[in-house]
């Protein structure tokens, strides 16, 4: 294990290496394919560094078409689709050898007054009680405000729900674009877990092939994401082997920043055996 964790600051600051071209690189120590939320959080800098600094990314929507490398470089293309007034709207392709492994379109806007309302924040535990319960050091903290589930492995389904804080290990600098990668970064990591849940599954226990097949965010307010989030999770339905789940991101103080939707390939084959993705 390495000293100290990869921190997000590290893993979110690409390579310029020609005008709307960027490289970015996978931590040296992970898993067997590069973790979704990186390439995610990886292109929405990409994007972002094409886009006037007032701007500020308001969705993004993205496929995974392919698991990535974590051995090569992953280089990104920004397409500028197009800057209006009030709106920019990037598409960011990532590439490792010579085929897109993932996509992202990404929509930039300037600040602007109106209607705002929205739902309250869920009751749960203040995040300094609950343990950290991965097994490794990861560039975000994650802290379960209930049980994970992999924790009961009773096989009973449960109310497809879960809550977790999370927050970047280490500070980030102020820049509001690498907040806002940092969370598409973060967001990933446990929103699949609802779908489980549903069905009594475990990642630990019960034979899984499990993916993340597109993703789509909506930024609501400012955050830093060095901070402590509240993040909900549910899954509304799963069928066809597809999973889908949805989530939103709440400031300890109740401002709903972010909402999130999230499907993903849950292939069970009873006998096959799966670790928890640590």
């Known amino acids: 294990m390495a000293s100290r964790p990869e921190l997000l600051v590290d893993i979110l600051d690409l390579e310029r290496i020609e005008l709307d071209i960027f490289r970015g690189r996978s931590p040296a120590e992970g898993p067997q394919r590069v973790f979704g939320g990186q390439v995610a959080g990886q292109a929405l800098v990409a994007a972002g560094r094409t886009v006037p600094a ?3 990314v308001h969705s993004l929507h993205a496929y995974f078409i392919r698991p990535g490398d974590p051995e090569v470089p992953i280089v990104y293309t920004v397409d500028r689709t197009r800057d209006g007034r ?13 085929r897109a492994i993932f996509t992202l379109s990404a929509s930039f806007h300037r600040p602007e007054t109106g209607l705002e309302h929205q739902v309250p924040m869920p009751e749960a535990p203040d995040p300094e009680g609950l343990p950290e319960r991965s097994t490794r050091l990861r560039p975000v903290e994650i802290r379960f405000a209930g049980e994970p589930p992999w924790v009961r492995g009773d096989g009973l389904p449960r109310e497809p729900r879960s809550m977790v804080w999370m927050r970047a290990r280490g500070p980030l600098p102020d820049d509001p674009l690498v907040h806002v990668c940092a969370v598409a970064y973060a967001s990933d990591m446990s929103l699949l877990d609802s779908v489980l849940l549903a069905h009594g599954l475990t990642w630990d226990a019960e034979s899984l092939t499990a993916a993340s097949l597109d993703h789509a965010m909506w930024f609501h307010g400012p955050f830093r994401a060095d901070e402590w989030l509240l ?4 899954s509304p339905a799963a069928s066809g082997a597809r999973g889908l789940a949805q989530g939103r991101i709440f400031r300890r103080d109740g401002r709903l920043i972010a909402s999130v939707v999230q499907e993903g390939l849950l292939r069970w084959t009873p006998g096959r055996h799966m670790p928890h993705p640590e």
């Open 54 to 56: 007032e701007r500020a």
């Open 86 to 98: 009030s709106f920019s709207t990037r598409r960011v392709t990532a590439i490792q050898h010579g």
């Open 231 to 234: 993040y909900a999770q549910e």
